[in-house]
């Protein structure tokens, strides 16, 4: 008996009230963290909908950073 899955094509994302079109653009302060200034470099550039999509990052992080200073969401 052969069994297929549906893909889902879209990620689904937690959005936590973040505009989901915005860019995540990193502004240069290096966080402590290793792992964080990682993070704020790999996602620079993507949409608040593909960082979530990545895994590496949840709503709250991008809030935090946000209110740290490290990134700022800006338009397209």
Request: cysteine-free; charged content about 30%.
């Amino acid at each position: 008996m052969k069994t297929t899955t549906k893909k889902n094509p879209e990620v689904k994302v937690n959005l936590g009230g973040l505009n989901g079109d915005l860019i995540y653009t990193a502004t240069g302060k290096v966080a402590r963290a290793k792992h964080n200034a990682e993070r704020h470099v790999a996602l620079n550039g993507k949409t608040v909908t593909e960082a979530l999509a990545t895994r590496l990052v949840n709503a709250q992080d991008i809030k935090y950073d946000l209110a740290r200073g490290f990134i700022t969401l800006e338009e397209k």
